[in-house]
């Protein structure tokens, strides 16, 4: 039996209409101030009907409450709008009697006295299937609305789900990157049809992934090595394209295990433009006492991922020395010249309503080899421990992305080679690789 009850929303003043309109045309989201009295919680999307006029109903969508923007008003965002082709009352009534009508329009909201109550479950699924049954070409629409909504409820702060996260991250980092519509590809995401022991990884569910022919992959991998060619090595490779007036992103995510077993994430972005390789490692930070900290492993332990990982970027570091002395052209010029970040975050839900990018420290490599070495982030023991109270200066997403948007940040490779063997040596130690390729169509 359906237990959830959504919400049906008027929207009454003209000129406010116009704009709000304006916003859907152009984003295919709008957002707007509005009073709140029931809402399950800040993190919790709720589903809604959205009226314009007093007759109709044009949209359902998917919203959720930010801040507080004024006395008892928030900031509600809609999003995963689905036009329901102004849907009339009148059209409802030949299913429904007019009873049934009155008493949908005595659970209803107004904007001017803000969103106070909710359908009953039994009202709400009356009137959601006479919707289905009037607007039958938006069914599969309404139910992945439904499907969206309802996840919500599921555990998803598992390990797993991390990994789905921080995998969800690198895609929104690498459309930021590219000044793709990251909102908007984001919200396009569909979750499984059906439950599953194995849970997927990100990109299987957005829209722009599709299949490509091998020599289409083989192009755009090789922007990054041979680490592909191995036949030995069974790789799992899903591909998503965006586009952006004469600029396409490709955007690959690689597997050698299943979510589950997933160690870490690591995002490769390649800037045609400016002929620059940047590659961010996700590292997650973990309560330990009272604050979030990313305990570094023993570096004698020769066999740790991590200080695998470390000597592979070394090794690249000393073939590609990180300074501007052989640039001869301005696009070569950068602010730092390395390839390697550390993008360090707090565990988290997997939140897929959401596309705002997971909020982290980035650390330059160069800067991560002198704060190890740091008195600040050793513990009476010895123990290395990275918070952001010690860790002095970092980068957030804005800066992050504005640096390697401009080509100001990543390094110029010559020989890929190496950068094959990174790639290699981090699908070897069960990491999820996300490889996002921007070049002209």
């Not at 992945?144 to 895609?171: C, F, G, H, N, P």
């Not at 640096?403 to 190496?418: D, H, R």
Request: proline share 3%.
């Amino acid at each position: 039996m359906n237990e959830y009850g959504g919400y049906l929303l008027f929207f009454q003043d003209n000129q406010h209409l116009e704009q709000l309109k304006k916003q859907i045309d152009e984003n295919r989201f709008f957002t707007d101030a509005i009073s709140v009295f029931d809402w399950k919680g800040r993190e919790y999307q709720e589903l809604f009907l959205l009226a314009f006029d007093n007759d109709h109903i044009h949209y359902a969508a998917l919203a959720k409450v930010g801040d507080r923007v004024v006395t008892l008003k928030h900031r509600i965002k809609f999003t995963n709008l689905i036009s329901l082709d102004s849907l009339s009352f009148n059209e409802i009534a030949y299913i429904l009697n007019q009873r049934a009508i009155d008493g949908i329009l005595q659970q209803a909201n107004y904007i001017t006295s803000g969103i106070e109550k909710r359908f009953s479950p039994e009202s709400w699924s009356q009137l959601i299937q006479v919707i289905k049954k009037l607007r039958s070409n938006c069914i599969e629409a309404f139910e992945e609305l439904e499907r969206k909504q309802k996840i919500q409820q599921k555990k998803t702060d598992s390990y797993a789900y991390q990994i789905v996260a921080q995998q969800k991250d690198t895609m929104g980092l690498a459309l930021e990157i590219f000044r793709g519509e990251r909102e908007t590809e984001l919200a396009k995401w569909k979750p499984p049809t059906q439950d599953k022991e194995e849970i997927p990884p990100f990109l299987e569910g957005l829209e722009s992934a599709n299949i490509l022919e091998d020599k289409m992959i083989e192009h755009d991998a090789q922007v990054f090595g041979d680490w592909y060619k191995d036949p030995d090595k069974n790789y799992k490779i899903g591909v998503a394209t965006f586009s952006k007036q004469d600029q396409r992103l490709s955007v690959m995510n690689v597997n050698r295990t299943p979510v589950e077993e997933a160690l870490g994430v690591d995002l490769f972005y390649y800037h045609h433009q400016f002929q620059a390789y940047i590659m961010v490692q996700y590292k997650r930070l973990t309560l330990g006492g009272k604050e979030y900290r990313f305990r570094l492993p023993n570096p004698n332990n020769k066999e740790d991922s991590y200080n695998k990982q470390i000597k592979s970027m070394m090794d690249f570091e000393t073939s590609y020395p990180v300074d501007n002395s052989s640039v001869k052209l301005l696009n070569e010029y950068r602010l730092y010249p390395g390839t390697f970040y550390f993008k360090l975050c707090q565990s988290l839900n997997f939140d897929p309503l959401s596309s705002d990018l997971i909020q982290g420290m980035y650390i330059p490599f160069d800067y991560w080899q002198i704060l190890i070495c740091s008195h600040q982030v050793k513990g009476i023991h010895g123990g290395i421990n990275i918070t952001k109270n010690n860790v002095g200066r970092y980068l957030n997403n804005t800066l992050f992305v504005q640096l390697a948007q401009a080509g100001w940040i990543g390094s110029k490779v010559g020989n890929k080679a190496i950068l094959s063997e990174i790639i290699q040596t981090a699908l070897a130690g069960k990491r999820s690789i996300t490889l996002a390729v921007s070049q002209p169509k």
